[in-house]
């Protein structure tokens, strides 16, 4: 009955289907490159110094992995309240002032990350039309700053998330600062 009378339940089934899938997405990718550049090192450096024979992308590599994790770890960060945050003000108002201090953040933060995926995505598009490969791989460079438009992307999603609870917790009286318990 709900579903003929345009009932959001279904569709807030999937969009928390999508979420979970999303976010364990996020967590395995940031792990495993987290994993994989730390062996890739770690083999490198007994190459190097016990068998004289280094791995010569091997650096390069890790280092571009790192610019992923940063980038969709930021997202992590977002979505799981993680990032450094001033709760002096929050803590001294109201909670409906509190909540619309919140959501002006919110919004600011959403404001940043278009901005930043738009630039971003020029750049990206910019370098894959010059042709710009990796010094050592020889690996297209686009793919290396393709994390920033995929990362601010994330996070503008993860931020509009937070806004939208936010928004639509209107009667609730919680705190909108950071819990270190999270």
Known sequence: MGAVHGSPKPLRAAAA???RILSAAEVIFVGAALAFASALLFA???LRYVFLAPISWAEELSLYLIVWMVFVGGSVA???RGHIAIDLLPLVLSGIARQRLALTISLLMMI???AFFYYSALHTIRVRSVGQ???VMIA????TYLAMPVGSALMFL????LAWRLFSDRASNQSFAM???D
């Open 17 to 19: 289907a999508a979420n």
């Open 112 to 114: 940043f990350f278009a």
């Open 133 to 135: 490969v990796t010094p």
């Open 140 to 143: 297209p460079m686009w793919l």
């Open 179 to 181: 819990n270190l318990q």
């Open 78 to 80: 977002v979505r799981t």
């Open 158 to 161: 993860r931020t509009g998330q």
């Open 44 to 46: 490198n450096v007994v």
